[in-house]
T-cell receptor, first 116, second 114 residues
Framework: EAAVTQSPRNKVAVTGGKVTLSCNQTNNHNNMYWYRQDTGHGLRLIHYSYGAGSTEKGDIPDGYKASRPSQENFSLILELATPSQTSVYFC???????????????FGEGSKLTVL | AQKVTQTQTSISVMEKTTVTMDCVYETQDSSYFLFWYKQTASGEIVFLIRQDSYKKENATVGHYSLNFQKPKSSIGLIITATQIEDSAVYFCAMRDDMGYKLTFGTGTSLLVDP
C-alpha cells in the first residue's frame, strides 16, 4: 500500500516565524506535490516536484518555498508565516499519467497550520 | 491555463438512489486526464476513478461511473445505489498531458440520508 506521511500533523506558529512542513513517501514516485485546502477553494497547488533536486511553482507559490532533497522527501517552507497561511496542507505523491503510469495521487493525512 | 469548475456545493440524496455530480473543465491541451477523488469526514483523500481524454468509453469502477462529454468539456460522476458511507466531499481534477500538474475543482459535498 502506497504511503505518504506528513509531519507535524498540527502546528501553531507566530506571525513572522519560520515553519517547515515535511513529507515522506515510500512509493518511489517521481512526482510530489503540496496543496492547501481552504473552505470554498478546494485544493490549490502550491509547489510540486518531478524528481530529487527539482521544485516547480504551482498556482499559489507566493510566500512559500519548497525543497526536494531526495526521492522520498519533499518539504514546504514558510520563511515568514502570516495569518493568511492558516490552512490545512496536504502532501501527495504520484507517477506520470501516461504510458504505464496511473496518474493517481496518493495523499498524506494533512497538516493543520494555525498562524497567530 | 487549466481550470476545473464544480458548481454544485452540496447535494443531499436518499440512500440507495443514484446521484450525479457535475464538473466542467478548461484546457488548451489536446490530450489530458480527468480524475475524481473523495475526501471523507476524517480528511482522508482517496482516488476514485479516471478518464483519459482520448478514450470514448466512459470509465466505470464499482458503483462509480463517469459521463464524459468531450464536446461540452464535461466529466460527471455518477454514483449508483448510494450508501451512507458515500457521504463525503467529491473533487474533480484534471492533469495535463505532461502528467505533472493536477488542478482540482472546489468540491461537492454529498450527504446520503438513510
Amino acid at each position: 500500500e502506497a504511503a505518504v506521511t506528513q509531519s507535524p500533523r498540527n502546528k501553531v506558529a507566530v506571525t513572522g516565524g519560520k515553519v517547515t512542513l515535511s513529507c515522506n513517501q515510500t512509493n518511489n514516485h517521481n512526482n510530489m506535490y503540496w496543496y492547501r485546502q481552504d473552505t470554498g477553494h478546494g485544493l490549490r497547488l502550491i509547489h510540486y516536484s518531478y524528481g530529487a533536486g527539482s521544485t516547480e511553482k504551482g498556482d499559489i507559490p507566493d510566500g512559500y518555498k519548497a525543497s526536494r532533497p531526495s526521492q522520498e522527501n519533499f518539504s514546504l517552507i514558510l520563511e515568514l508565516a502570516t495569518p493568511s497561511q492558516t490552512s490545512v496542507y496536504f502532501c501527495a505523491s504520484g507517477d506520470a499519467a501516461g504510458g504505464e503510469g496511473t496518474g493517481q495521487l496518493y495523499f498524506g493525512e494533512g497538516s493543520k497550520l494555525t498562524v497567530l | 491555463a487549466q481550470k476545473v469548475t464544480q458548481t454544485q456545493t452540496s447535494i443531499s440524496v436518499m440512500e440507495k438512489t443514484t446521484v450525479t455530480m457535475d464538473c466542467v473543465y478548461e484546457t488548451q491541451d489536446s490530450s489530458y486526464f480527468l480524475f475524481w477523488y473523495k475526501q471523507t469526514a476524517s480528511g482522508e483523500i482517496v482516488f476514485l476513478i479516471r478518464q483519459d481524454s482520448y478514450k470514448k468509453e466512459n470509465a466505470t469502477v464499482g458503483h462509480y461511473s463517469l459521463n464524459f462529454q468531450k464536446p461540452k468539456s464535461s466529466i460527471g460522476l455518477i454514483i449508483t445505489a448510494t450508501q451512507i458511507e458515500d457521504s463525503a466531499v467529491y473533487f474533480c481534477a484534471m492533469r495535463d498531458d505532461m502528467g505533472y500538474k493536477l488542478t482540482f475543482g472546489t468540491g461537492t459535498s454529498l450527504l446520503v440520508d438513510p
